[in-house]
């Protein structure tokens, strides 16, 4: 069975830190691109960024670009987000989501992040 | 970057009738390689988003034959047949041909 879990949200004042993790299980990690999403409270789905299988291919939306760093490692089975500069309009729930062409397939059940003082 | 658009953004519905959403994006949504990458996701209160539709039309599996997609180009549509209490949650179309983008989401709720 296919999982994803995220882990690493918490509470962080504006301005800090804090590095997001997926764990991957139940499938062979390394082929699969890998994607990042968030959910504001009450509002949408936003993509955040996107890493090849290879661990090449970064993208990320205008909105996190320079302040976010996705990564992975392949033989931990693991996909990281590490975000800095945290901003008030950061605070969300983040989703790691496997990339199938065009679509996501499965989703993690979401880490929260909350940026307040 | 791609626009969706979703509507309505609201959708009140009797048990066991049919239900609706349509989904417009700003461009057209075939990508070089013919498949058109469009994607529907249901997400009931408290969880995350499930994968309903891929690729306009293909049912996930485990997806009741309830739920159907159908569309081409710009113009997209997620039909319900009849709804049950179950498929109470918002709903949502994304495209994976230009990155990826999400409509603003339609409730569905029981009338």
């Known amino acids: 069975e296919v999982q994803l879990v995220e882990s690493g949200g918490g509470l962080v004042q504006p301005g800090g830190s804090l590095r997001l993790s997926c764990a991957a299980s139940?499938?062979?990690?390394?082929?699969?691109?890998m994607n990042w999403l968030r959910q504001a409270p009450g509002k949408g789905l936003e993509w955040l960024s996107h890493?090849?299988?290879?661990?090449?291919?970064?993208t990320y939306a205008d909105s996190v670009k320079g302040r976010f760093t996705i990564s992975r490692d392949n033989v931990k089975n693991s996909l990281y987000l590490q975000m800095n500069s945290l901003r008030d309009e950061d605070t969300a729930v983040y989703y790691c989501?496997?990339?199938?062409?065009?679509?996501?397939?499965?989703w993690g059940q979401g880490t929260l992040v909350t940026v307040s003082s | 970057d791609v626009v969706m658009t979703q509507s309505p953004l609201s959708l009140p519905v009797a048990l066991g009738q049919p239900a609706s959403i349509s989904c417009r994006s700003s461009?057209?949504?075939?990508?070089?390689?013919?498949?058109?990458?469009l994607n529907w996701f249901q997400q009931r209160p408290g969880q995350s988003p499930r994968r309903l539709i891929y690729?306009?039309?293909n049912r996930d599996s485990g997806v009741p034959d309830r739920f159907s997609g159908s569309g081409s180009g710009t113009e997209f549509t997620l039909r319900i047949s009849r709804v049950e209490a179950e498929d109470v949650g918002v709903y949502y179309c994304?495209?994976?041909?230009?990155?990826?983008?999400f409509g603003q989401g339609t409730k569905v709720e029981i009338k």
């Open positions: 690729k306009v039309s």
């Open positions: 139940g499938f062979n990690f390394s082929p699969y691109s």
């Open positions: 989501a496997r990339d199938t062409r065009g679509s996501a397939d499965y």
């Open positions: 994304m495209q994976g041909t230009h990155s990826w983008t």
């Open positions: 461009q057209s949504l075939v990508h070089s390689d013919g498949n058109t990458y």
């Open positions: 890493i090849r299988g290879d661990g090449g291919g970064i």
